[in-house]
């Protein structure tokens, strides 16, 4: 069954760092070569923060990307969610800086935390807050500044992350919305396999490695994201009466070109129907979806009215699928 939505996504922008890292810079900094990178996850190029460029910094430009692109758009807005694992500070959050910056008033704004699958859990919240009437205009921004957290030393994980932001508009919208169903959960006892230590330095008593950085068993978690997400979009297609020729494009999390294919492969999805964002910008995290929609917008493929599976999924772990329709007209009207 289809469920109720009445809100739209009516609005997109992004931003990437300056700075370039190829896979033949990472050749002069740990044990590895371009092509044993692009074999094992499709990654060519990321881009990085500067030393004195953080998370904040990348969403508000982000921010302003959307408005230059649709002038008016956040007129009237009155929420501000932001999803993040690397945020500025522990609080005030970034979508307070967020507010801060442009001085909205008379605004709500929080920090969500679902590492790679905070752009959809950003938007399903988003979509429950309108369609319940509590809101009416809801700004999401998935902002990461991986590479402050990344091993460099690990040369099988120190090879996959980058920096980058995007922001996507929700809006009340009774007669065009966007949103048509949703899978969701969540399988706790995986979260040894991919985490970063904070307060504490232990999981469920298990002594943990990391030191503040990114610690990955990327065997562990291919496995678990190549069998659940196909079910995943099974049960979105089923819940929505639709089939897989129904849907235009597929998005998933970018975390690695392999894992995608896997997915498609197991899923029936042919791989050219997938966007990402993996190939020049490494896995961004909860930013990967967003970054991947505007590259589809920006090379003309993406068009309003299409039909999404929107994918994220990551540690925790944790995921949220949404089947959706393309809410962004080419004015941001």
Not at 46 to 61: A, G, M, N, V
């Amino acid at each position: 069954m289809k469920t109720l939505s009445k809100a739209r996504i009516s609005a997109i922008g992004t931003y990437v760092p300056e700075k370039r890292l190829t896979n033949e810079d990472l050749e002069k900094i740990v044990d590895t070569s371009d092509e044993w990178i692009v074999q094992r996850t499709g990654m060519k190029e990321r881009r990085l923060t500067s030393e004195q460029e953080f998370t904040s910094d990348l969403c508000i430009k982000a921010v302003e990307n959307l408005q230059n692109r649709y002038p008016g758009a956040l007129d009237g807005l009155d929420m501000i969610i932001v999803s993040t694992t690397t945020a500025d500070y522990a609080f005030p959050s970034t979508a307070c800086q967020i507010q801060d910056h442009f001085g909205w008033t008379d605004i709500g704004a929080f920090d969500l935390n679902a590492t790679c699958a905070g752009l959809t859990y950003g938007l399903h919240t988003a979509n429950g807050l309108i369609t319940s009437g509590l809101h009416r205009k809801i700004l999401v921004v998935a902002g990461e500044s991986l590479s402050k957290v990344t091993d460099y030393t690990d040369r099988t994980s120190c090879v996959l992350f980058g920096d980058g932001a995007g922001a996507l508009l929700v809006e009340r919208d009774d007669s065009s919305p966007s949103f048509i169903t949703f899978v969701q959960g969540t399988k706790g006892d995986g979260a040894r396999h991919l985490y970063r230590t904070g307060l504490r330095s232990d999981l469920k008593g298990e002594e943990l490695a990391g030191a503040g950085k990114m610690v990955q068993n990327g065997r562990e978690v291919y496995k678990w994201a190549a069998r659940s997400i196909p079910e995943g979009i099974k049960l979105l297609l089923e819940q929505a009466q639709m089939k897989l020729e129904d849907i235009d494009w597929f998005v998933p999390h970018s975390a690695n070109m392999r894992m995608v294919e896997s997915i498609c492969e197991k899923a029936g999805i042919p791989v050219e129907k997938a966007l990402t964002s993996v190939e020049w910008f490494g896995n961004t995290s909860s930013a990967s979806i967003v970054l991947a929609l505007d590259e589809a917008v920006k090379h003309d493929k993406l068009k309003e009215g299409d039909t999404l599976i929107l994918y994220g999924f990551g540690g925790g772990f944790t995921y949220t699928g949404l089947l959706a329709k393309w809410g962004v007209s080419a004015s941001g009207k």
